[in-house]
């Protein structure tokens, strides 16, 4: 296959990959909501002291509207900042590495979550739907 022909067929799978990463990466950001705040699918910290609530909240609520395609840029705007923070917060003073501090999957949702705000939100999206 023919390099022009190869790249004109992966620009046009693009919005459907977009849309992929977009609703895996929602629904495992959504899971970390569901075990902070209903001990689901595994028991969560144990105690909902205000900044385990709030992460909570941004990540079930957040997680529900990245999967659904709403809101899409300016929430994962916010959830790429809620990872950062909570990269240097949690995971930072630990080790440099982070392999060694556990942050890997903060830094995969930071980046990933910004890419979202740069290039939307794909395929399958109710922000396509509503012609945003």
């Known amino acids: 296959m023919s390099q022009p022909i190869m790249n004109g067929t992966l620009n046009r799978l693009q919005p459907y ?5 977009r609703v895996v990466a ?5 899971e970390h ?3 902070k705040l209903f001990n689901f699918p595994i028991e969560g910290p ?3 002291a205000a900044l385990t609530l709030a992460s909570g909240l941004l990540e079930l609520i957040g997680g529900a509207l990245i999967v659904l395609g709403f809101f899409t840029r300016p929430v994962a705007f916010l959830l790429s900042g809620h990872m950062a923070f909570a ?3 949690a995971h930072a003073p630990r080790s440099f590495f982070p392999v060694a501090n556990g942050g890997d999957a903060a ?3 930071s980046f990933v979550f910004l890419a ?3 290039t939307g939100p794909g395929a399958f999206s109710l922000d396509g739907r509503q012609g945003r």
Do not use: D
Request: neutral net charge; hydrophobic residues 65%.
């Open 46 to 48: 144990g105690n909902l």
């Open 33 to 35: 909501g569901t075990q």
């Open 87 to 89: 990269y240097f917060m």
């Open 116 to 118: 979202l705000v740069t």
């Open 26 to 30: 929602g629904l495992l950001y959504l």
């Open 17 to 21: 990959a977009i849309a992929l990463l």
């Open 107 to 109: 830094i995969l949702f």
